[in-house]
């Protein structure tokens, strides 16, 4: 049995994550946690788990959650994760990280994406970046997994089969992506109220949006060469879901059929990314850990479709992928609905 605590229990992540975790009968949920001191049940805040989880919130100390687990899912906004963290790590429990405190190697980088100095910077670089279908072989030893991003896993696994067979310039890239509002959180805030966002579409983070560099980095990395992006996000009135749509450039004039080859090969043992020939929508992935991706052109321009659930793989799904890695379990515990 694999004792588990949730960090940010309140949250929408947090909901998802207790959902997957609840399907894996080796799996005791032993903490949840808020900031809150009246200690409501996990059923007052989610109404969803009625009768599925008798466990309440509490408001506890790093200290405390190692007492009672092996493994945290940190659901905490950016800032306040990486001021437990340090702690959970020295008390012995190994940790999936959902914000993105730990996905950027350089805190130079993180301060001027996040306008916040890093408190724990000499993690930075060495945290294990956990997008599986990029290199699963480092996630089973970590102690600390930095989950990726919504947007950024859309992006980067839409482009990562032309990034890493060269076809592509690696600059000037242009990602045009659209979210739903769960991916903004459960916090209160005007631009999330129904009337502000519904009916409504709207561009936000026009050259400015953190997953500018976390995209950047990994492709980087992946390709070896220097990649650049023109990113923007969109805010859509739905629940969930991401739609990430691309313009790269290809180097050479190469058919769709050889692409799809390609991709079908890159992700040929990857459970949770499917190639398809028709338009990917993000209700098809609603739900669920899959990235749908498929391959289009207009004229001589190549373009991807990325849709993936944000709240799945781009958040629970895939914290849980990295924990089933870490953990033992087959990589699909609890993610096959
Ligand atoms: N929503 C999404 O689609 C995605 C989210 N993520 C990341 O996952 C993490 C959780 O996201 P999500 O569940 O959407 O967020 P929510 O806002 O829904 O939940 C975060 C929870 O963290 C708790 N919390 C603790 N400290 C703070 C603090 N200083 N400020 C605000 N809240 C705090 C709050 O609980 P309480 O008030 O009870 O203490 C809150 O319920 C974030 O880092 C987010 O960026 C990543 C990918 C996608
Ligand atoms: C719609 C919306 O607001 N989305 C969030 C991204 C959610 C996410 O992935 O955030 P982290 O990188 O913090 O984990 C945003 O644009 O900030």
Same mark, same amino acid.
């Given at each position: 049995?694999?004792?588990?605590?949730?960090?940010? %229990?309140?949250?929408?992540?947090?909901?998802? /994550?207790?959902?997957?975790?609840?399907?894996n009968p080796?799996?005791?949920?032993? %903490?949840?946690?808020?900031?809150?001191?009246?200690? =409501?049940?996990?059923?007052?805040i989610?109404?969803?788990?009625?009768?599925?989880?008798?466990?309440?919130?509490?408001?506890?100390?790093a200290?405390?959650?190692?007492?009672?687990?092996?493994?945290?899912?940190?659901?905490?906004?950016?800032?306040a994760?990486?001021?437990?963290?340090?702690?959970?790590?020295?008390?012995?429990?190994?940790?999936?990280?959902?914000?993105?405190?730990y996905? /950027?190697?350089?805190?130079?980088?993180?301060? +001027?994406?996040?306008?916040?100095?890093?408190?724990?910077? @000499?993690?930075?670089?060495? @945290?294990?970046?956990? /997008?599986?279908?990029?290199?699963?072989d480092?996630i089973?030893?970590?102690?600390?997994?930095?989950?990726?991003?919504?947007?950024?896993?859309?992006?980067?696994l839409?482009?990562? =089969?032309?990034?890493?067979?060269?076809?592509?310039?690696?600059t000037?890239?242009?990602?045009?992506?659209?979210?739903?509002?769960?991916?903004?959180?459960?916090?209160?805030?005007?631009?999330?109220?129904?009337?502000?966002?519904?009916?409504?579409?709207?561009?936000?983070?026009?050259?400015?949006?953190?997953?500018?560099?976390?995209?950047?980095?990994?492709l980087?990395?992946?390709?070896?060469?220097?990649?650049?992006?023109?990113?923007?996000?969109?805010?859509?009135?739905?629940?969930?879901?991401?739609l990430?749509?691309?313009?790269?450039?290809?180097k050479?004039?190469?058919?769709?059929?050889?692409?799809?080859?390609?991709?079908?090969?890159?992700?040929?043992?990857?459970?949770?990314?499917?190639?398809?020939?028709? /338009?990917?929508?993000?209700?098809?992935?609603?739900?669920?850990?899959?990235?749908?991706?498929?391959?289009?052109?207009a004229?001589?321009?190549?373009?991807?479709?990325?849709?993936?659930?944000?709240?799945?793989?781009?958040?629970?799904?895939?914290?849980? +992928?990295?924990?089933?890695?870490? %953990?033992?379990?087959?990589?699909?515990?609890?993610?096959?609905?």
């Amino acid at each position: 049995m694999t004792k588990v605590a949730i960090m940010g %229990a309140t949250g929408y992540a947090a909901l998802e /994550l207790i959902k997957i975790l609840l399907r894996n009968p080796e799996v005791e949920i032993v %903490a949840l946690t808020t900031r809150s001191d009246e200690a =409501p049940h996990i059923s007052e805040i989610h109404h969803s788990l009625e009768g599925r989880l008798d466990l309440r919130c509490e408001n506890l100390s790093a200290a405390e959650i190692a007492e009672r687990a092996d493994f945290v899912f940190c659901a905490l906004p950016h800032v306040a994760s990486m001021e437990v963290i340090p702690d959970l790590l020295a008390d012995g429990c190994r940790v999936v990280d959902l914000s993105a405190d730990y996905r /950027l190697s350089d805190p130079a980088v993180y301060e +001027q994406w996040y306008h916040h100095v890093h408190i724990d910077p @000499t993690r930075l670089g060495s @945290t294990i970046y956990g /997008l599986p279908e990029l290199g699963a072989d480092k996630i089973p030893s970590a102690n600390l997994i930095a989950n990726p991003g919504c947007y950024t896993s859309a992006s980067i696994l839409g482009l990562a =089969p032309l990034i890493a067979n060269s076809l592509i310039e690696p600059t000037g890239i242009i990602i045009d992506a659209k979210s739903g509002v769960s991916g903004a959180g459960r916090k209160p805030k005007l631009g999330t109220l129904y009337p502000e966002c519904n009916e409504s579409i709207t561009a936000y983070g026009v050259g400015t949006h953190r997953h500018t560099p976390e995209i950047e980095e990994v492709l980087t990395t992946l390709g070896g060469t220097d990649v650049k992006v023109t990113f923007t996000p969109h805010l859509t009135p739905m629940n969930r879901g991401i739609l990430a749509t691309m313009y790269p450039r290809l180097k050479e004039d190469t058919s769709l059929d050889h692409l799809k080859e390609v991709y079908r090969a890159f992700y040929a043992d990857k459970p949770f990314v499917r190639i398809i020939d028709r /338009l990917p929508a993000t209700r098809e992935v609603a739900g669920t850990n899959y990235c749908d991706i498929s391959l289009q052109s207009a004229g001589n321009q190549l373009i991807v479709f990325s849709a993936i659930d944000n709240l799945i793989k781009g958040a629970a799904g895939v914290a849980v +992928q990295n924990f089933n890695l870490m %953990a033992g379990y087959p990589e699909t515990t609890g993610l096959i609905v």
